[in-house]
């Protein structure tokens, strides 16, 4: 008989949270169950009992079981696939490319490189440091906020694209699911305008997908794909893979940003070793396969859907505020308007997330965004609807507290 999710689930799965802290914010680190946390550290303990032994005959192999697991849970061939520490790994291989390309002169200065502004803040910290000496053009598609339908997101890329005409755009990068705003982008919409506008490459950050969303890489016209296994696979932190479509480019091309003893033998092998550190969460991800699927990923999906929808409508339609995107474009994150109320008294949203943390015992993530305060809603298997409702009472607990104090 299958645990019912929600609070069964945390206390069957999840008993090593702390107690009495309720826990809405998922989407930052992700959670690792008690039986994965207890299988990487059996990993890391082979290792302390016995490294040579371990990294001769057991390491590669594990990592090439993760690689084989993750292949056919998201559709690819394994040997497209490799594992890195996280998402930002996986951009880095890519600018490094292009810096390469810069430095060769295989790129002139005034190549565009193509984002959107709701990239996350590392990757595209990442990419002004790799090409924007080199004289790339980094180009953002103001997207809209919030996003009525895929057609808003749609009608901004091809806008953009129009002022581009003429211009090599070497390299586009587009999510899949944005973190902040959350959204999941209209992909192959996006894609097939970006080939019909001759972009070169298209690299998809997908950090927010696997676990989260189904995820089917073969149905992506992308040259490169990146994703979290720790935030909604369950692994312990932290582990991602990367996929390259080009097996050939991923042997001579595309290199781990930490160079080791295995530099230039493929970057299968570079980011099988890059020095002796802890690969016992990589060497967990048939495992963490094997939890998901045992509860049934389908299953997963829809009631982390469900439930954080339906706290959104609920805080919205409560605080008369504004949601981020419509339910079509949404998985397991969502944004909701907090209450103005609080636009007035706290400049930094840091201070109303340690007032919710200290004095309700609840971790959420407010934000600000265009001079309003919202907040990015996560749910997993480990939450119920009484943990949101416990949420909406505090705010409105924070909101009266500052309407008596005016008083």
Not at 95 to 119: D, M, R, Y
Not at 140 to 146: G, K, R
Not at 342 to 367: G, M, Q, S, T, W
Not at 385 to 394: G, V
């Amino acid at each position: 008989t299958k645990v019912p999710f929600g609070k069964a689930t945390k206390e069957a799965f999840f008993p090593d949270h702390k107690k009495g802290v309720t826990r809405l914010n998922h989407g930052s680190f992700g959670s690792a169950p008690a039986s994965l946390v207890a299988k990487k550290n059996e990993y890391a303990q082979r290792w302390y009992e016995q490294p040579d032994e371990h990294y001769f005959y057991e390491l590669e192999g594990t990592l090439k079981n993760g690689t084989v697991a993750l292949g056919k849970f998201i559709n690819c061939d394994p040997e497209n696939l490799v594992l890195v520490d996280n998402a930002t790994t996986g951009a880095v291989i890519v600018a490094q490319l292009l810096q390469t390309e810069f430095a060769k002169g295989q790129c002139e200065p005034g190549t565009v490189i193509l984002s959107h502004s709701f990239i996350y803040g590392a990757v595209k910290n990442i990419f002004l440091h790799y090409t924007a000496s080199f004289g790339a053009e980094i180009v953002e598609v103001p997207l809209p906020f919030p996003v009525i339908d895929e057609d808003h997101i749609i009608s901004a890329y091809e806008k953009t694209l129009e002022t581009l005409k003429g211009k090599r755009i070497r390299l586009a990068i587009v999510d899949h699911i944005s973190s902040i705003p959350s959204i999941i982008f209209p992909l192959a919409a996006v894609t097939a305008l970006l080939r019909a506008h001759n972009t070169q490459e298209i690299f998809v950050d997908g950090a927010h997908v696997v676990g989260a969303i189904p995820l089917d890489i073969q149905s992506i016209d992308c040259d490169y794909y990146t994703s979290n296994c720790h935030k909604w696979l369950f692994c312990p932190v932290s582990v991602a893979f990367f996929y390259t479509r080009g097996r050939e480019r991923a042997e001579k091309d595309l290199h781990h940003p930490i160079i080791s003893h295995n530099y230039g033998k493929g970057l299968w092998a570079e980011s099988a070793w890059i020095a002796t550190r802890d690969y016992s969460s990589m060497q967990c991800v048939p495992d963490a396969i094997a939890f998901v699927e045992s509860l049934g990923a389908a299953e997963i999906c829809a009631y982390n859907h469900e439930l954080v929808w339906s706290a959104t409508r609920k805080m919205a339609a409560t605080w008369g505020t504004k949601i981020g995107a419509p339910e079509s474009m949404v998985g397991t994150l969502s944004l909701i308007q907090l209450p103005q109320k609080l636009n007035a008294h706290f400049e930094d949203p840091l201070v109303l997330r340690k007032i919710i943390r200290d004095e309700y015992c609840i971790e959420f993530f407010p934000f600000l965004l265009n001079g309003e305060y919202w907040m990015r809603l996560s749910a997993q298997i480990y939450n119920s609807e009484e943990d949101y409702d416990l949420l909406l009472r505090a705010i409105n607990s924070v909101v009266d507290s500052l309407e008596s104090s005016k008083q």
